[in-house]
């Protein structure tokens, strides 16, 4: 079974901090995103990156950076925490690029920017 | 500009109640549906993925089938455990781009 883990289940920061989500996958899959899901909008793409280094921005991008300087971590970073930016973030995985390719998610981190 | 729309927002049925979730879908060039299922304070879980329209999927008391237009997640003699919320998504065109639902929170009661 494919294993996405989160490093954190929940996060406490304050407006203006720099915080760092980590996500772990052990598939040695191509494909890594991050997501942030909100009541009443559903799940919405932040970042993907389909290779080391080699990232692109998804719907959502304003505020966030991400990293992938190996294969089975991807970070996201929100480099200036805001209010706005509470809310559920989940790391997710696929083998290759391509529609017969399903994401697998970690449990998610729940963040909270007071 | 790709829409997924899912309905009901919430369903509510007792135990042994058959039903459908719908996902409606206006989307340019849809080249797979997945569905997947989330319980509370969890990452959504990968179901099924249909590629053309009349396919069927079937899991457990769980088959989904497509249309040109849309997908249905029929739920036969659900249980309590089967509560969760139901998301389905559309694969477009490019090599990641997944456009979500917002999901339909089925309650099973015993």
């Known amino acids: 079974d494919v294993k996405v883990t989160q490093s954190s289940r929940y996060l406490v920061k304050r407006t203006g901090e720099k915080v760092f989500l980590e996500c772990v996958q052990d598939?040695?899959?191509?494909?890594m995103f991050w997501y942030r899901q909100d009541p009443g909008l559903g799940l919405r793409l932040i970042y993907f990156s389909y290779d080391v280094k080699m990232k692109e921005k998804g719907d959502i991008p304003e505020g966030y950076s991400v990293s992938r300087e190996k294969k089975e971590r991807f970070s996201l970073i929100l480099e200036s925490a805001s209010t706005n930016q509470t809310s559920m973030y989940l790391c997710?995985?696929?083998?290759?690029?391509?529609?017969?390719?399903?994401?697998?998610f970690g449990n998610g981190t729940r963040l909270t920017v007071t | 500009e790709d829409q997924v729309t899912q309905s009901p927002e919430a369903l509510r049925l007792q135990e042994g109640e058959s039903s459908s979730l719908n996902c409606s879908y206006t989307?340019?060039?849809?080249?797979?549906l997945f569905w997947y299922r989330q319980d509370p304070g969890k990452g959504p879980e990968f179901l099924f993925t249909l590629y053309s329209a009349g396919e069927e999927k079937e899991k457990e008391r769980l088959k989904a089938t497509l249309t040109k237009k849309e997908s249905f997640l029929h739920i036969t003699a659900p249980k309590p455990e089967d509560s969760a919320t139901y998301l389905c998504?559309?694969?477009?065109?490019?090599?990641?781009?997944?456009?979500f639902g917002k999901g339909t929170l089925l309650t099973v009661n015993p």
């Open positions: 598939m040695d899959h191509e494909n």
């Open positions: 998504a559309a694969f477009v065109g490019s090599n990641y781009k997944l456009t």
């Open positions: 997710a995985s696929s083998r290759w690029t391509g529609v017969g390719s399903p994401l697998h």
């Open positions: 989307v340019s060039g849809l080249r797979g």
